[in-house]
């Protein structure tokens, strides 16, 4: 792929950092990713905003204007030949002569800024109809899961987990509470209600997850953000995930155990269909 980094377009193979990035040193940056559907970009407003959170939140300025972010994705995009892709942004605190854990100055470092694009992950159509498998595992993650920071060893360890166990994802219990999976979000439905855990520190408040709420109110479907307690997956009349690479995907089984009737459910089926048409 071709990838941006610090202002100049190259191959992915030939894009190099230094040692002593902080990125690299401390995990010390946040990330993004923006889905591309034949060649357009999927509430690429959002995920900017969301950039912008993340960097606030890490005490860090922006180091692009969002119409630069907009103009620079769009030519990455094309540059990658457009199509069903991820755009992959990750801005590290630059590097810096000392390790030190404090920040160093500002005027003392460049942000590392950096752009990618990879192909998403391909469901067939058969395989959605069958539905997937997770399994559930105690959210040892950070108290700040809230910033999309590149520190993700926590992530990447639980999401191994469910690999092991030829399952889609990791859904996370926090003290008895449902969180989020290891790179999605969760819903359940339940009595025709749709329900998800609230946005607050413990979770990434998804993209895909905003636009579903908000395709569910359109619908008419009862929504409830708020506390729900692990055991609730195992209750529920439908469960599914979300991401921006993953769109909506059902989950039928849950460490062995039959959600429900074993089938991706109807509400499920009506989201998914009205997700699909925000790419066009
Ligand atoms: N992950 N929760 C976590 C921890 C995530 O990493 C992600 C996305 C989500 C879903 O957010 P969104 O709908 O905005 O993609 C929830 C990205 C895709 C990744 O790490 O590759």
């Known amino acids: 792929p071709v990838a941006w980094l610090n ?3 190259l191959p992915q193979s030939e894009a190099r950092i230094s040692p002593m990035d902080r990125g ?4 010390d940056g946040i990330y993004e990713v923006v889905p591309v559907f034949a060649g357009k970009p999927l509430a690429i407003e959002q995920h900017l905003i969301r950039l912008t959170q993340s960097l606030e939140s890490i005490q860090h300025p922006n180091p692009l204007s969002i119409e630069q972010w907009t103009t620079t994705i769009e030519q990455l995009i094309e540059k990658n ?4 892709i991820g755009v992959y942004i990750q ?3 630059g590097s810096y002569q000392k390790r030190t854990h404090q920040f ?3 005027e003392n470092t460049q942000p590392t800024v950096f752009m990618t694009a990879s192909s998403l992950p391909a469901f067939s159509a058969e395989a959605i109809g069958n539905g997937f498998h997770a399994i559930t595992s105690d959210d040892f993650r950070w108290g700040r899961c809230d910033i999309k920071s590149v520190a993700l060893l ?3 360890m639980l999401r191994q987990q469910s690999f092991e166990q030829d399952a889609i994802e990791t859904l996370l219990e926090k003290d008895g509470w449902l969180t989020e999976g290891t790179s999605s979000n969760v819903f359940l439905i339940k009595d025709g209600r749709l329900l998800t855990p609230k946005a607050d520190l413990r979770i990434l408040n998804g993209i895909t997850r905003q636009l579903v709420i908000d395709l569910a109110r359109q619908a008419d479907i009862p929504v409830e953000i708020r506390d729900i ?3 609730a997956l195992f209750k529920a009349d439908e469960v599914f995930i979300t991401s921006s690479t993953k769109d909506l995907l059902p989950i ?3 460490d062995n155990k039959t959600v429900a009737n074993g089938q991706p459910g109807p509400i499920w089926e009506k989201l998914t269909q009205t997700y699909q048409q925000l790419k066009s």
Do not use: M, N, Q, W
């Open 7 to 9: 202002g100049e377009f």
């Open 104 to 106: 160093p100055p500002l």
């Open 81 to 84: 030949g457009g199509g069903d």
């Open 24 to 27: 690299f040193l401390f995990a």
């Open 91 to 93: 801005v590290t605190r």
């Open 252 to 254: 039928v089984k849950i």
């Open 229 to 231: 307690h692990i055991e």
């Open 154 to 156: 926590g992530h990447c």
